[in-house]
């Protein structure tokens, strides 16, 4: 007759805080009315992470990729336009993400406010608009 001691794995007690975490997540937010706010802090960190992209892109050949060629030149090799002579194997980016309400990015390269801007048109996936509609501009830190 073998005597188990009774309790909880270390394994057991991990995994049940992963999903109290992840159920925190996803449901805190929404009950603190600030997932417009998370998406724009999300929208911001990622237009951040597009650009370190771009400048590595610059930084291997002297130029940022044209409007025609998007932002899709981060991750595959442009066809068109100028042809990066020094494009990375593999990319800049892993993938292109969409904004937090699922539209792609805006790209435009020269842009009006500098090398290139880069815009998310927000929550209606237009241009303007106020509070969660507002753009988020790669040139507006705001």
Not at 3 to 9: D, L
């Amino acid at each position: 007759m073998t005597h188990r001691e009774s309790g909880f794995t270390l394994i057991e007690i991990m995994v049940v805080v992963f999903i109290l975490a992840l159920l925190a997540g996803l449901v805190v937010p929404k009950i603190m009315g600030r997932t417009d706010e998370a998406r724009r802090t999300t929208a911001k960190v990622q237009i951040k992470n597009i650009e370190q992209g771009l400048h590595l892109y610059k930084l291997d050949n002297g130029m940022y990729p044209s409007t025609e060629q998007g932002l899709s030149a981060l991750v595959t090799k442009p066809t068109i336009g100028a042809i990066p002579q020094h494009w990375r194997e593999g990319g800049y980016l892993p993938k292109l993400p969409k904004d937090p309400w699922s539209y792609e990015y805006v790209y435009i390269s020269p842009g009006g406010h500098g090398d290139y801007d880069l815009i998310s048109y927000g929550g209606d996936g237009e241009p303007g608009g106020d509070g969660k509609d507002a753009d988020i501009e790669s040139w507006n830190p705001e």
